[in-house]
């Protein structure tokens, strides 16, 4: 047995002692820390930083982001990766736009939600139906859903003004709190709920750590995946309609580079790209350290540009202690 | 042998693990041309004793020589320059290379402008080959090779570095009776040469056989070194577990056989053909055979992990074309994987999660997972089989060989199936823990359970079963009930 292997694992946290339903692993408890630090940092640079109006647009940034990660972070889990979000977020975005003219948000939004599905779906099944890897489906995916999203819109964008019920999803309030930090909240919830305390979660995490033994075991490991791209489909689908409505705006050319922003918060949640390991808890708290950096830079009038960088540093700064502890024996 | 400085000589050497103590002052010395034996249960201490020989780890106290110099390793490539190598259990080699790539992965020689050089290379490469007396084509793909093959290539890629010391782990851990007769033969060879070598193995006959020495581990500490001569198995098995046991006999019990619950009428597919044979309820059935003789291929088209295209397979009487291991568990059907690692576990889940992997189903309300069943069904199961864990929240893979043996086969005793395929139940696992997994299995076919057994050691196949047919080349070559059996008449039927 490789010893390097037995260190591995002894500090990747879950030691069993303290395993339950609330443990929580180190890299959950480094996430914490730093996102409390970058909390009081941004106090003391800035007194207005931990308002509630403060704290309501730093979380309002991260919607879509966040909730797209929460299906990657399930693909991730279980062993594969979709790189083809944006372009899902955008041709769902842009299906669901044709029906504006009815002006059924109703329609609107189940059109959007459907086509994320459908799109999501159809990932699961290039991947284990005809086993192309996923990096290479989904890659095919992205740019096949920009290039349609682009051919049905001719390239035009679509103002969803006159649709109150579409907007309500990006600028309306239940009981004074923002639609889309409740869709937020409730969609971490479900994501928790269903990578933890569901038998599906269990599966999830077997075929990913272990996708022969799994499949010896008796589970379907198709269908497992298949589930996870169709439910990052629908959290695409999501994304894109929180982000649209939020800006009145859909457009076929929205969201460039997504797919790396979001594989980036899931990888610094904790979700490795082996599979296996991962939570959507790592995944909120990593959506939140990204935003929060990003505002505490924009209040001190930082660029966009420079903003990217020091955000790519502390991923490498959070992510490189860790992936140093699995290659170097002690 | 004369008294000169030894090749190889660890002094008082300890290594402790924040509440273990891996080693505790082990002494250790190897002489040129001997082979050096060392065994012990798992978790002994071989593999930390192996890791800080070296350089993986750094040992907490004691001292290293080399040669009669003292020697501070802190890295495997360091070992390497101070002319030790170590081949690894677990073949560490590239298959999408060559034969001589692999050899000198690393050390590849150099041709004009830095080039390389695969003429050179390959002509280097089949010198050590022939050294070894073996006919392996150095242009050849590595991942085409035999098992059996493969290991060599790893011995000369091992040589190439022109060792004094060579250490082996596990060499014979995946060969077959011949393949380790010629593994043998290449090591007797490399001794003769004025090479040492230490050598660990749970096979105790194969230590006795080609050991010079042999020393004892148990729980970090040396118990004894013995001269091989005049040493026996049974006194190595009392040394290593602190207590006189011999494994695997006295669980036989004779059963009533009762029903025919699976009954293949010449199933075949691309791997074999035309094999028939009928099972019964409490029945253990052994299937034999050498590497290659596909009778893993058989067991998995039982299991529906591998189509069957030809023939007939009933189960319960009912006839059956599995699509996947899903339906087959679905009829009752179990499937222990022999190479646990990589089918039987998923190693970062806890032990819970592990034993409960076949029966999630059961254990939910509305899709959720009832956790607190999961919990109390774990618990029952580590009762049943002596599973030594910490908490059932454990991860498995911090468990020895044995105790992860017992969790597959907790996982499938949970699912309560009545046809039972164990596949080398007792690969890498110590003596102790292989007379506790026998006695699971005896006591399946007690209750009334069919078992199908693959074994790679024909031995343990003769104590445990009720009947063993044999294979080769994927057809059946013989039947033998257990008034029958007897090793040479078995074996003989591996080569028909």
């Not at chain 1, 995490?205 to 075991?217: C, D, E, F, P, Q």
Request: with cysteine; aromatic share 6%; glycine share 10%.
């Amino acid at each position: 047995m490789s010893v390097a292997n037995e260190n591995l694992v002894s500090r990747s946290g879950g030691l069993g002692k303290t395993a339950g339903i609330w443990h929580l692993h180190s890299n959950t408890i480094n996430l914490l820390a730093l996102l409390l630090l970058l909390l009081i940092v941004g106090r003391i640079l800035s007194p207005t930083f931990l308002t509630a109006e403060n704290l309501k647009i730093v979380l309002l940034a991260i919607v879509g982001t966040s909730i797209i990660a929460f299906g990657m972070t399930m693909v991730v889990i279980s062993g594969e990766i979709d790189l083809s979000v944006a372009g899902i977020a955008v041709l769902s975005s842009i299906a669901g736009a044709m029906f504006l003219d009815t002006g059924s948000a109703f329609l609107v939004i189940s059109v959007t939600l459907a086509v994320g599905v459908v799109l999501g779906f159809l990932n699961g099944i290039l991947v284990v139906g005809i086993g192309i890897p996923s990096l290479i489906a989904t890659l095919a995916m992205l740019g096949v859903a920009r290039a349609l999203a682009n051919i049905t819109s001719s390239g035009k964008a679509f103002y969803p003004d006159d649709v109150a019920g579409y907007l309500w999803f990006g600028r309306g309030d239940i009981f004074n709190i923002p639609v889309p930090i409740v869709i937020l909240i409730v969609a971490a919830l479900l994501s928790i709920i269903l990578t933890k305390f569901t038998v599906f979660g269990r599966k999830l995490y077997a075929t990913g750590g272990n996708v022969a033994a799994a499949r010896l075991s008796g589970i379907r490991t198709w269908r497992v995946k298949i589930t996870v791209f169709t439910i990052c489909g629908l959290a695409a689908a999501m994304g894109g309609i929180l982000e649209s409505a939020r800006l009145s705006y859909i457009n076929p050319a929205a969201f460039p580079g997504m797919e790396l922003r979001v594989l980036a918060v899931t990888v610094l949640g904790g979700a490795a790209l082996i599979g296996g390991r991962g939570t959507i808890i790592g995944t909120v708290l990593a959506s939140m350290i990204i935003g929060v950096i990003n505002s505490l830079l924009n209040q001190m009038g930082i660029s966009i540009y420079v903003q990217q960088v020091v955000t790519a540093f502390i991923i490498l700064a959070v992510v490189l202690p860790g992936l140093k502890n699995r290659l170097v024996a002690k | 042998m004369t008294q000169t400085t030894p090749l190889l000589e660890v002094r008082d050497l300890s290594k402790a693990f924040p509440g273990v103590q891996a080693l505790d002052n082990v002494s250790f010395d190897l002489n040129a041309g001997e082979v050096h034996s060392l065994i012990g249960e798992n978790g002994a201490g071989k593999s930390t004793l192996l890791s800080c020989i070296n350089g993986l780890q750094k040992p907490t106290s004691g001292k290293i020589y080399i040669d009669g110099r003292l020697a501070a390793f802190n890295s495997p490539v360091d070992a390497i320059g101070q002319r030790l190598s170590m081949v690894h259990q677990e073949l560490v080699l590239c298959p999408n290379l060559t034969v001589a790539e692999n050899i000198f992965l690393g050390r590849e020689p150099k041709g004009p402008g830095g080039l390389k050089d695969t003429a050179r290379l390959e002509r280097d490469a089949s010198d050590l080959l022939a050294q070894l007396r073996v006919s392996i084509d150095p242009s050849g793909k590595l991942g085409l090779l035999s098992l059996n093959e493969q290991q060599i290539v790893e011995i000369c890629r091992a040589l190439a570095a022109d060792p004094k010391v060579i250490v082996l782990d596990e060499p014979t851990a995946s060969l077959n009776d011949d393949q380790v007769e010629h593994l043998l033969g290449i090591i007797r060879d490399l001794k003769k040469r004025g090479l040492g070598i230490v050598y660990v193995s749970h096979r105790l006959n194969e230590v006795l056989d080609i050991s010079d020495r042999i020393t004892v581990l148990r729980d970090g500490q040396v118990v004894a070194t013995e001269r091989a001569e005049g040493t026996d198995r049974g006194q190595l098995v009392s040394l290593m577990v602190g207590r006189e046991r011999k494994p695997g006999e006295n669980v036989y019990s004779r059963r009533e056989l009762g029903e025919i619950v699976l009954d293949a009428q010449k199933i075949g597919n691309s791997h074999f053909r035309d094999v028939s044979f009928s099972l019964r309820k409490g029945e253990i059935l052994g299937i034999a055979g050498l590497l290659g003789c596909q009778r893993e291929a058989v067991v998995r088209s039982l299991f529906g992990a591998q189509k069957i295209d030809d023939g007939k397979l009933v189960v319960h009487g009912k006839i059956q074309n599995f699509r996947s291991p899903h339906d087959a568990i679905d009829n009752g059907i179990a499937f222990m994987a022999a190479d646990r690692k990589q089918e039987g576990l998923v190693l970062n889940m806890t032990v819970a999660d592990n034993i409960s992997l076949t029966i999630l189903d059961r254990l939910t309300a509305f899709g959720f997972l009832k956790r607190g069943s999961v919990l109390e069904m774990t618990r029952k199961m580590i009762d049943l089989l002596a599973i030594k864990v910490s908490a059932v929240t454990q991860h498995v893979s911090q468990l020895s060989g044995g105790n992860q043996q017992k969790v597959v086969i907790g996982k499938w005793i949970a699912r309560k199936c009545d046809i039972i395929i164990a596949e080398d139940p007792t690969r890498g696992v110590d003596v102790g823990a292989k007379y506790e997994i026998w006695r699971a299995i005896q006591s399946l076919a007690e209750e009334g359970r069919a078992v199908i057994l693959l074994t790679t050691e024909l031995e343990e196949m003769m104590t445990a079963c009720d009947r063993i047919i044999v294979m080769g080349r994927g057809r059946i070559t013989g039947t033998f009930r257990r008034d029958e059996f007897s090793a040479e008449t078995i074996a003989h039927r591996f080569f028909v």
